[in-house]
């Protein structure tokens, strides 16, 4: 379970606070931006960092917790060590953060980490005892230890030592740090306290917290004055969980074993709540205070150190400074050892706190290139259990190969592999290629039998539409009875090669029996095996029959209602069909013949035995049953085929009759129309030829008559208004036709217009886009062009008074020894070895040094001088590299500090004009509540306020502006620091150094 080291980077979580209100009011602009959905944080304008969390200002205490502890302390139960530390500047909130500064009117919901890893840890517990009891298995046995160490001034001092006097703090320390020979950190003389319970660990974390050194500063009220460190040491014992690769076998001896075996996990987890970095002009400190904030800068440097020399990769072959200072040394297993690690980095979001929130990003960001070697904590027992088990189903497994012959052992005594196991797994490999071939052999046969039935469709369809009796019911009826003869075509064709294999078998097996033993004894099976292919032939041959009988009678139906579809269809149909009625009417010619040719064919081979006749005989009854259920499926889609064309039949012949009756009807309306008028004429007639009875009698006829002649007008007339009427809606029809069209096309170019409009404005606004992004950039190019032109101008002028410092410097040196040479003996200077010849502002010693060399040395010969003239160009060569080397890292933080300087100065002066607004701003309220003579006052305050508030937003373009200046010397600085100064020292050799040493 051990298992190798593993390796983890060290998690990085960035903590924006909360602006105090002082901040608020004095002024002070938040400076970072965090990236919405991005563990990024932007400082400044465009200067980004990314960590593995960031948390904004408005983030809650359990969302840190989750995010960043609760991992730690889930992997504390599986054995892994856990380190959690908060860094940052003074003020930042690392200690609200941890947890180690209690309050009395603190919330649930503002609980540190450390509170709420306790009650997890405890809860964990209590869980795990709850899971043990329910499945029957041992209760595991935790044991839980808590120390509290406190770093102050480069002591060790340990909170949770009661005797401890304040004065304690002043003498040094018993305590001792020493490692274990896994590389492991343990102190020698530290109360440690066993605890039962998280209210128990709770109370101590207090004691010990109320212990701690504090102290208030200018930056900070109640300020950390030491490093904390509360470490909780966890040891359990537990049932061995089988590994998940363990094989079967080694399950079932571990189930066979009654005795249960035990596992001990130790796992540390230290949560580290370092004071705060601090600059003393900043937190006005004096003092002890002054003393301890040299202390804490010193071991943060300590700190930053050893993450420099892990997370920066041309450093990691280096040495790891961890004895440079206690700090390090108590952090050495959880930077870059054997534990996970997170580090918390606390930052503020004001602009005043700008260099130290850009130091703590920096710091944070080479945190995260550290890579520990985690590796779960086990007892030397649980490793040798382990480690054992781990060899047991090894073993077993070798042995389950042996068993199942996978593996053998040669005549030789080696070990190798049955060659039956690589011959079965190509096997199975070419089965399985076989098998996909097949399939997919399978899908191309079916995809063109439907393809070549679609296709006799499509012919079968155009003849209809060209004859003029295209009908969509009676090409699908068509498509399917092509489809149901493909079919059975392909059935029938694997029936016939199912039964020409059975009779290669037969004739194998015929010929093997007649080889041993001749026909003679087995004549009687051959008989019933020939009377039964005879019986399956005969029924084969009805089903044939039967298939030919539906055909003709399919063909000779369309024949008689489509001849053109019936010549398509024997067209199409293969050659096979043709030979199929051929041999049928062969068949119907003679059906004693075909009894002769199958008792011929039947003579031909023999059978084997009983066994043999009776499978073959089974696979023919199979294949007729299934040839026999084709044919009765296409007979009954056929009748139910017929019968829908029958009833569109009926509803022609329905149709045609009441378009008959309706003709009819109007015939004899015209007919009585006709009549009438011809009774009305033969009246009339009648009237003006044949005598009068009496005037009265001729007026009623005459009466009656124009009355039903009136009615039959009226009526005339109403049936013409109405034949008017429908003429003018059919007009009016018309029109709204036309003017529905026309709306139509109306909304249609509208929507094509909206459509076009749509995309010139879509392109319009990208263009704008586009142009105003354009326009960013040149500013944004310009605006930086400037910034490089002043910072360039500012490292010139600096470069400039560091030139003439070096040169005063120079001049001063000259001056010096000009007057160290005068009184300077003949026996002093024959001691000097000769110098070679040296820049100008040596030129003068030089030469005196060199006419005693001479006079002293004469015999001195020319080699020796050549070699040493070229050892001193040499020399001279990588001095000057080192000095132009160390002048640029100069001359940057020379930059790096007048910026930070006028940062400052700008800072201050903002402050104190934000403060002379508030004044002005309270002054002018009291005004306007008095009201005595306040127009001319309030006139002149809101002039004032106005010029106010345009110095500060001025100062405050100019801090934003030397911030970006500070950015990018903090990136130029960056990439110089890759060339190493100590490169050019450590490539000179001893003569080289005694030479620079020397002058």
Known sequence: MSGAPDESSVRVALRIRPQLAKEKIEGCHICTYVMPGEPQVVLGKDKAFTYDFVFDMDTQQDAIYTHCTERLIEGCFEGYNATIFAYGQTGSGKTYTMGTGFDVNIGEDELGIIPRAVNHLFRGIEERRQAATEQGRPVPEFKINAQFLELYNEEVLDLFDSTRDLEARRQKSNIKIHEDANGGIYTVGVTTRTVT????????????????????????????????????????????????NDNETDNRLANDSEIDEFETLTAKFH???????????????????????????????????????????????THVPYRDSKLTRL??????????????????????DFMETLNTLKYANRARNIKNKVMVNQDRASQQISALRTEIARLQMELMEYKTGKRMVGEDG???????????????????????????????IDAQRARLTHILSDQANQVLAK???????????????????EE?????????????????????????????????????PEKEASDVIEMAKKDLEKLKRKERKKKKRLRRYEESRHPEVASVVKDEIPDNDQERGNEEAEAEASDHDEAEDADGEEEEFDVAGEETSDESDSEELDEK???????????????IKQKLI???????????????????KLTMLHNKIRDTQLERDKVLHNMGSVESGTEEKAKKIKAEYERKLSSMNKELQKLQSAQKEHTRLLKNQSQYEKQLKKLQQDVTEMKKTKVSLMRQMKEQQERNRASECRRNREIASLKKDQRRAEHQVKQLEAQKRQQELILRRKNEEVTALRRQVRPVSGKVTRRVPEPPQEPSHRAVPGRLQSSAANTSNGARSSPVRMGSIYLSRTARAKWQSLERRVSDIIMQRMTISNMETDMNRLLKQREDLTRRRERVSRKREKMAVDGADADRSLASLNEELESLSANIDYINDSIADCQANIMQMEEAKEEGDTVDVTAVISSCNLSEARFLLDH
């Open 467 to 485: 004859a003029g009796e295209g009908n969509e019911e009676i090409g699908l009826m068509i498509e399917n009875y092509i489809k149901e003869i």
């Open 271 to 317: 949560f580290v709540d370092l004071a705060g970095s601090e600059r003393l002009k900043r937190t006005g400190a004096t003092g002890d205070r002054a003393k301890e904030g040299i202390s804490i800068n010193c071991g943060l440097l300590a700190l930053g150190n050893v993450i420099s020399a892990l997370g920066d990769r041309s450093k990691r072959s």
């Open 625 to 639: 049953e299934n040839v026999q259920a084709d044919l009765a499926n296409i007979t009954c889609e056929i009748a």
């Open 488 to 524: 059975l075509r392909a059935k029938l064709l694997e029936s016939e090669a199912v039964n020409e294999n059975l009779r290669k078998n037969l004739s194998r097996v015929s010929t093997r029996s007649s080889m041993y033993g001749g026909p003679g004894s087995f004549l009687a």
């Open 646 to 664: 029958d009833e569109l039949e009926n509803s022609q012949r329905r149709l045609h009759t009441l378009k008959q009756q309706y003709e009819q």
């Open 331 to 352: 952090l050495q297993d959880s930077l870059g050892g054997n534990s996970q690690t997170v580090m918390i980095a606390c930052i503020s979001p004001s602009d005043r």
């Open 197 to 244: 319970s998280a209210a128990e660990m709770i109370q101590c974390l207090k004691l010990g917290a109320l212990s701690r050194t504090t102290a208030s500063t200018q930056m900070n009220v109640q300020s950390s004055r030491s490093h904390a460190i509360f470490t909780i040491h966890l040891c359990q014992v537990r049932v061995c969980s089988p590994d998940n």
């Open 414 to 444: 080696m070990e190798g592999i049955n060659d039956l196991v690589h011959e079965n797994s190509m096997l199975q490999t070419e089965n399985n290629h076989l098998r996909v071939r097949v399939k997919a052999m399978q899908e191309t």
